[in-house]
């Protein structure tokens, strides 16, 4: 069991020429359009009968026995990574634990099983695939194991994958395809994780020209880009929003504390992480309530290191926000505890993050849908609280909201999740 960093996970006698390492002793890749190139020709020619040597039942019960391993203390698969995850990952060392347990405990367990379950008759669509079906992934570096989504599908149905991670957050998907390929070595030829400049064109080319899937988490810029590059073929998960309803008659200070939650969760970078609250109640009392609740967050789930431009534009919007009429912060908070700010009109704008929150007032949550109607395509998840709430479950998704949830459990989506409105096996599943 390999114990030292790296940021790729390849065949040994594909590695990368150059992997120097660096201060800390991990090895970094450095590969070259040909190397790059002679990879996805591996994947693509000996993948599927490589994973397909392995069961179904053995791929689901390695790929659980590699998220435990990396979600144990002291393991050695832990060990390595941590160190590194928690610098490339931006948060505090309590917000990166909790963050790995919500995102590998809902990617394994229960969950997984009952993914593997479905794949069925989709497994059978890949029997006798062309060699060339392989697919690849593009990782967005805001939330740590992001990797889980798109690897737990690949593997169930027997899909080749090729993973290039972002370069501010290189370490967790070699980390993971190494755990697996540790427990089964036949997995070497069919998953691969490497790092590379995003805007390395050739490489690029290299890497994923000929994949038959390519999946892309990332900004708008990069989304639009590779668009244009791969047409039909790309799978676009850009950026997205989350919002709360809360309707009258709910408790504010219970309901708060779970928001609270939903917004310091991987520092607010997440497109689960909750922006707004529409609220039938107080917002006054809300915003307080809310207030309180961040600052006890802040204290079990301290903030990590904060970047000077979004501290900045925080600043901004709290002076602008003061200077407002009718718009208030909710209360002094320190910068990185959060800021709440109190809105007398009904909108919704993206917030710079720092788990900084807006909270309007509605005379009737269903108000609230036409502000959100613009950013149609743009919306993830939604906090219900409250009977009116929930009567709105039915309305959401046709505003491209694909996760409903009660306060405090908006980012504990499990292995079912569809993220954007995807089935996670539609993803890989020749029935697309």
Known sequence: MATAARDFQV????????????????????????????????????????????????????????LAALLEPGSPERSALLPRLLVSARLSAEGLTEGLEIVLGGASGASAAELARRTGDLSDDLAGAAPEDFAGVVLAG???????????????????????????????????????????????DAYAAVTFAGDDEAAFTAAFGEVERLLVYGGEAAVTSLAARFGTRLIAQGP??????????????????????????FDQRGCLSVQAVYTEGDPEELATALAWALALESARLPHGPIAPATAAAVQQLRAAAELR?????????????????????????????????????????????????????????????????????????????????PPGELQSADASWANGGIDPLDVFSAKR
């Not at 359009?33 to 990879?39: F, G, I, V, W, Y």
């Not at 809105?343 to 036409?370: I, K, W, Y």
């Open 11 to 66: 065949p040994d006698d594909l590695a990368p020429l150059i992997a120097p390492v660096d201060a800390t002793g991990a090895r970094r890749g450095r590969f070259s359009p040909r190397e790059l190139q002679a990879l996805a020709g591996r994947l693509a020619t000996r993948g599927p009968a490589a994973v397909a040597t392995v069961a179904l039942a053995r791929r689901l019960a390695i790929w659980n026995e590699s």
């Open 142 to 188: 805001n939330i740590p194991g992001l990797a889980v989504q798109s690897l737990l599908p690949a593997l169930l149905l027997g899909r080749p994958l090729l993973l290039k991670s972002a370069s501010a957050e290189p370490w967790f998907a070699a980390a993971l395809v190494e755990a697996l390929v540790a427990r089964e070595p036949a997995l070497a």
């Open 240 to 265: 997205k929003a989350s919002v709360a309803f809360v309707g009258d008659g709910v408790d504010p200070v219970g309901t708060a504390r779970g928001l609270a939650r939903d917004i310091a969760l």
């Open 325 to 405: 009429r009718g718009s208030r912060t909710g209360q002094h908070l320190g910068l990185a505890v959060g800021t709440v700010l109190v809105e007398s009109e009904t909108f919704f704008r993206p917030v710079p993050g720092l788990r900084t929150v807006r909270v309007h007032g509605v005379r009737d949550l269903r108000d609230a849908l036409p502000a959100l109607e613009p950013w149609r395509g743009r919306l993830q998840g939604a906090v219900l609280a409250g009977p009116t709430a929930d009567e709105l479950a039915a309305t959401l998704p046709l505003l491209s909201f694909s996760r409903l949830a």
